[in-house]
């Protein structure tokens, strides 16, 4: 088993559309929970960053942790079209220059 | 200020070759942790570096190894380079806010072993 699920999609839904992002793990040590864009052929650039549970919002993003369910999620609102993309989460344990622990990426398409 | 910059871009090699991937962090950051993406999946650690000495490990086999300079840059090695090392190459930095630490990404260099 991973230590960390996602689905791979691909997801594909019309401009304007709430889009649900969710990876499920493992391993109750990670505490630090991240999502990263990924155009194609292009590195991947943080998105969101939250600590334990609970939600953050920036703009149109909203990402939601939940420690007892071993669930995060990412919701995208007003979806565009520049924001088809490879989504991945990630998460780390205890801070202090720790690997990243990544989930396979969603593929996500946003058709105009 | 630059980000995180790798070259090459690009690269083509052959079974049994080596190659050396670089790597420069963003100004200030003197830790840097490099990955591998496969195609279709998400990246996954090989190691990291912090003050010229290799703090990390994933589960890479030896032919992966790595060095950092007093500048903070860095190399990735890759001896007798197998088809299954065909990847994106990626390189982290690291940085550290009151909210915690965070990695941010450099363009990656794509390999392609024939």
């Known amino acids: 088993q991973k230590e960390v699920e996602q689905d791979p999609g691909p997801l594909s839904v019309p401009e304007g559309a709430i889009v649900s992002l969710n990876c499920t793990y493992s391993?109750?040590?990670?505490?630090?929970f991240m999502w990263y864009r990924q155009y194609s052929r292009k590195g991947p650039e943080l998105l969101m960053y939250?600590?334990?549970?609970g939600n953050k919002e920036d703009g149109r993003f909203t990402a939601q942790v939940d420690k007892s369910s071993k669930y995060i999620s990412l919701f995208i609102r007003d979806s565009q079209p520049s924001d088809s993309a490879t989504y991945l989460c990630?998460?780390?344990?205890?801070?202090?220059?720790?690997?990243?622990?990544f989930g396979q990426g969603t593929r996500l398409t946003i058709n105009p | 200020d630059a980000g995180v910059t790798q070259s090459p871009t690009h690269l083509i090699k052959t079974r049994g070759q080596q190659v050396t991937l670089r790597c420069s962090p963003k100004s200030g950051h003197d830790t840097v942790s490099w990955y591998q993406q496969a195609l279709g999946q998400g990246p996954q650690f090989i190691f990291q570096y912090y003050e010229e000495e290799e703090r990390q490990r994933g589960n890479f086999p030896d032919r992966f190894s790595g060095h950092q300079f007093p500048n903070y840059s860095s190399e990735l090695n890759v001896n007798a380079l197998l088809l299954g090392d065909s990847a994106l190459y990626l390189c982290a930095s690291h940085e550290w806010t009151h909210e915690g630490e965070t990695q941010y990404f450099g363009p990656g260099t794509r390999l392609l072993v024939l």
């Open positions: 990630a998460m780390v344990g205890i801070q202090g220059a720790q690997k990243l622990v």
């Open positions: 391993n109750s040590a990670f505490q630090y």
């Open positions: 939250t600590y334990s549970s």
